[in-house]
């Protein structure tokens, strides 16, 4: 098993524990919606997001269960996304994870009110006292989750993605599109240990600038997958962008191009990271990863 595989497993089993931690199945008459929370939320996922909390606020030798509270956080606003956007008013899908999806196992409304709570839940995380001793840390991660979950943000990106079916859209604007719909979730995550280890200026902006080259390859692989991959490698349907005519990175550069691009992506990503020295050899292995990811 390679390194990066070692801290993927790892980081899935933190946030896992965590996760079951936060929250715990009731017998409470609302017990429905929490078993729709943790069904969304355990259900395997590459756990990318988390592992990049863990692994930056590893650089900056952050307490264990201040990052693995972050890192539920985050899975918890990405899982959230994913909810929602299966639903039949966005994307109408049955699979996520080679499982049916939340609205499929148990109904619409429970699914909007377990991606509500989910996404509610992972700041009322972020503010507990636990996730940090100083409050002004807690509120930068509370303002910073936000915004990269906002209407400038993820929810902004989905608003675009929903429009592209109508009109063309040219690099730039795919590009936007996809920097705020994928981008800005791993933009936090790597903000995470730096904000949590009160890290200098400088670092925070070099590990944004891995994050944002990172967003985009993992993006553009997500775009080849879409078109060369099957629903069940996927565990998701797949060529649906496509079907729906919208625009994509390799839609609008061919196959090769995006491949080269990505590649680009990567050693501008890892670029970023020289002056972390070997410390930041995981992070190396994960912008690798993205690209030569099968699911
Ligand atoms: C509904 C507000 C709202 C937003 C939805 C993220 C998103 C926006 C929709 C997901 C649809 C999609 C296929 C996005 C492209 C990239 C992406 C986020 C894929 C899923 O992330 P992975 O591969 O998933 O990290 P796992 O299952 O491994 O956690």
Partial sequence: MSRLEEALNEAQAVVVEQIDRLLPSTDLPEARVTEAMRYACLNGGKRLRPFLVLTTAG????GASSAAR??????????YSLVHDDLPAMDNDDLRRGQPTCHKKFDEATAILAGDALLTKAFEVLAGPATHADPQVRV????????????????????IDMLAASRAMDMMEVTRLQS??????????????????????QQRQLLDAYA??????????DDL???????????????????????????LLGVERARAQAQALVDQAIGHLDSFGPTADLLRDCVRFVVERKN
């Fill in 212 to 221: 944002r080259d990172l967003g985009l390859a993992f993006q553009i692989a």
């Fill in 180 to 201: 705020l719909k994928t981008g800005k979730l791993f933009a936090f995550s790597c903000a995470a240990g730096p904000i949590l280890g009160k890290a200098p200026i």
């Fill in 70 to 79: 972050v890192a539920a956080a985050i899975e918890f606003v990405h899982c």
């Fill in 140 to 159: 930068e991660l509370v303002g910073e989750l936000a915004q990269a979950a906002g209407h400038h943000g993820m929810v902004g990106g989905q608003m």
């Fill in 225 to 251: 997958l879409d078109v060369e991959s099957s629903t069940e490698q996927m565990g998701k349907k797949t060529g649906k962008d496509m079907a729906a005519g919208k625009a994509t990175f390799v839609s």
């Fill in 59 to 62: 650089l900056f030798r952050v």
